[in-house]
C-alpha cells in the first residue's frame, strides 16, 4: 500500500500544482458560508504550503476560537494552538507557520488539507498520518467535523486507503460542497 500511496500522491500534487495556478474563486467564501452554521465552536484551519488551497479567509471570519495544527513528534495525534489574523508565527515541524504562543484549543471542526479525496469522503494526505491519528483520537472523545479542503480538481476517483484512514465529514471546493453520508 506504501507504494501505491506514493504513486497516487506524485499524481495528486501535480494535479493540485496545475489548480492552483488558476485560482481558488470563490472557495474560501464557500467555506465560510459552510462553518457560519458551526459558530461559536473550536474550528481548527491551517496555514497553507505551497500549492494549498488557502482557507485564512474562512477561518479569520469565524466566530468563534480558531486554531492551527502543531505537529509534536512523528506518529503522534496533532495539538493545536490558538490563532487569530496578525498574530506572530514562528516556524515548525515541516516548514509550517504555527502560533509563537497561545493557547491550546481542542477542535470540534477541523479544515483539512489534502492532496486528493473521492466520492467516498477519503482523503489523500502527506503520508504522515497526523490526521488520521488526530481524528481517530477526537472521534473517540466525541463529536468533531472533518471538513477537507481543495480544489474540485483534486477529486479522484478512488484514493487508496488502509485501515488507518479516517473518512472526511464534508469537502469545500470552488464548485461547492459535498456532504458524505
Excluded at 96 to 101: C, D, Q, V
Aim: some cysteine; charged content about 20%; overall charge positive.
Amino acid at each position: 500500500m506504501t507504494d501505491v500511496k506514493a504513486l497516487a500522491r506524485a499524481a495528486a500534487f501535480a494535479r493540485r500544482a496545475g489548480a492552483f495556478a488558476a485560482g481558488q474563486g470563490q472557495a474560501a467564501e464557500i467555506l465560510a458560508d459552510f462553518l457560519a452554521a458551526h459558530r461559536g465552536r473550536v474550528l481548527s484551519g491551517y496555514m497553507p504550503m505551497r500549492t494549498e488551497i488557502d482557507p485564512l479567509p474562512a477561518m479569520a471570519a469565524h466566530q468563534g476560537p480558531v486554531g492551527v495544527p502543531v505537529i509534536i513528534a512523528k506518529a503522534t495525534p496533532l495539538r493545536f494552538r490558538e490563532w487569530s489574523p496578525g498574530c506572530r508565527l514562528v516556524e515548525g515541524a515541516f516548514k509550517a507557520l504555527i502560533p509563537a504562543e497561545g493557547a491550546w484549543v481542542e477542535p470540534e471542526v477541523l479544515i483539512v488539507p489534502l492532496l486528493a479525496f473521492d466520492a467516498r469522503g477519503y482523503r489523500l494526505g502527506y503520508g504522515g498520518g497526523f490526521y488520521d491519528r488526530t481524528l481517530a483520537g477526537l472521534r473517540a472523545r466525541g463529536q468533531v467535523l472533518a471538513v477537507g479542503f481543495a480544489f474540485a480538481a483534486q477529486e479522484v476517483a478512488k484514493v487508496p486507503t488502509d485501515a488507518f484512514d479516517q473518512r472526511l465529514d464534508a469537502v469545500v471546493t470552488e464548485n461547492g460542497v459535498t456532504v458524505f453520508a
